[in-house]
């Protein structure tokens, strides 16, 4: 055991302690590895550098700020190869608790972090003052193994949450998460189960990604997100929106999503990659913008050679969703809002769409429950509908609403649907489900 009041930290949150759990981590790691104590009491730091075969246990009681100053935070790497993916997926270091290619690490305990949502300042002149994606995460960690967070709640984040890059073997359970960004976030990451965590994000709360940020092509797989309760600036469990490698072999089950402005599941290829073998059941949404949002789109935000994508064999069932749809809080997405905002979902009906040449194939709609809020008019059912193709996806950009008043499909190969029951609140003048360039399955 090393107790971070032997190493000089003070528990005074004035106090800058960062050097006493530094020096705890070191003295451990010395050892061969072993557990860092966090006793009771209020701590603040910055950056502290995690190795291998190290748990980091917190007690109940202990709350550790994250430092006001952002300077204080070790600097952001220069990879010195070209980013194709936001500037915050491409940086690990700049997190109050990071590692790299390490083994064997534990964080656990009933304790608190809490990053104060400090947001950093612009470089660029011109540009404003704050932006979004200059801040420190919670928990970077970079081609690690055997990675476990749990039971720890984590607060007012300005940048990813809990970050992982190229890591196997990772566990996330327990987890109580009330912050700004992203909450929970795979990236590249294989043999993965989040589970029993509550979030409340202002943008996407779970959101498995498949990014360059390790300069190679690298699919997110064997991931499980169970049993976990999520409200949502943006989308509450997403796959995308980097894809350059692509996911294969994804389960989501069991989870409650309420509260939410875009999507409730939304599964995106957009930058390249292929997605084969998706599977969603057994959710429960309330007070959502639309329940699904499934699209491959044409941004190919990736190097020379990049291609379109692919998107097959997805199964979703047993989903429900209901309103009242009105306005709700969620944490502020950025420094220029002051406190927290009231947020009315965006009611599109949903949507599943390829790209013209290009469809989503072999996917499968089973057993779907929505009240959806209707007021769909004549002309709405006549609207030509814009491909979404080369910017960032979201159901709005087709426009401010779609012909069906449930699902819209478009582009699609081996499309099956069973049990599905759409009710609008409203009058609607719009077909239930609407069909454009779709082939459906044949039973056998």
């Not at 590895?33 to 009681?61: C, K, M, Q, W």
């Not at 690690?144 to 190229?166: E, K």
């Not at 189960?193 to 979030?199: A, Q, R």
């Amino acid at each position: 055991m090393y107790n971070i009041l032997a190493y000089g930290a003070v528990k005074n949150r004035k106090f800058d302690s960062t050097a006493a759990f530094r020096s705890a981590v070191d003295a451990c790691r010395a050892a061969g590895g072993g557990t860092v104590v966090i006793p009771d009491g209020e701590y603040t730091i910055a950056s502290v550098r995690l190795y291998s075969n190290i748990h980091l246990l917190f007690e109940p009681g202990a709350y550790v700020y994250g430092s006001e100053d952002p300077d204080k935070f070790e600097p952001r790497e220069n990879l010195g190869y070209p980013l194709y993916q936001d500037a915050s997926h491409s940086c690990i270091r700049h997190s109050m608790f990071w590692a790299e290619g390490c083994e064997n690490i534990t964080v656990s305990g009933a304790g608190t972090i809490d990053m104060q949502s400090v947001w950093e300042k612009r470089d660029t002149p011109g540009e404003g003052q704050w932006t979004a994606r200059r801040a420190a995460k919670i928990f970077g960690f970079r081609e690690c193994r055997s990675v476990t967070v749990m039971d720890m709640t984590l607060l007012h984040a300005t940048d990813l949450a809990v970050y992982f890059l190229g890591c196997e073997h990772v566990r996330v359970s327990g987890l109580k998460l009330d912050v700004n960004i992203d909450g929970i976030s795979p990236d590249c990451c294989r043999d993965v189960v989040i589970s029993d965590c509550k979030i409340r994000s202002g943008d996407d709360g779970i959101v498995l990604k498949s990014s360059y940020a390790l300069n190679r092509r690298e699919f997110c797989k064997d991931v499980t997100v169970k049993n976990c309760v999520v409200s949502s600036r943006c989308n509450a469990i997403k796959l995308g929106t980097e894809s350059n490698g692509g996911f294969q072999n994804i389960h989501i089950s069991n989870c409650e999503i309420h509260d939410t402005y875009y999507a409730g599941v939304s599964l995106e290829i957009t930058d390249g990659g292929d997605m084969d073998g998706v599977t969603v059941t057994d959710l429960k949404m309330r007070n959502v913008g639309y329940p699904l949002f499934v699209i491959l789109s044409d941004r190919r935000r990736g190097p020379a050679g990049t291609t379109i994508g692919s998107m097959k064999n997805i199964e979703i069932s047993r989903i429900t969703a209901v309103g009242p749809y009105e306005p709700f809080k969620a944490p502020q997405l950025t420094a220029l809002w002051e406190g927290e905002q009231m947020d009315m979902p965006c009611l599109m009906p949903s949507s599943v769409t390829g790209q013209p040449g290009v469809p989503i194939e072999n996917i499968s709609l089973a057993d779907l429950n929505f009240t959806v809020p209707g007021g769909g008019t004549e002309a709405d059912r006549d609207m030509v509908v814009p491909e979404i193709t080369h910017e960032y996806p979201e159901n709005d950009r087709f426009g401010e609403t779609l012909p069906a008043y449930g699902i819209y499909f478009r582009h699609m190969k081996g499309l099956h649907l069973k049990n599905i029951d759409i009710r609008p609140i409203q009058e609607d003048k719009r077909e239930m489900l609407v069909f454009e360039d779709v082939e459906m399955r044949q039973e056998e």
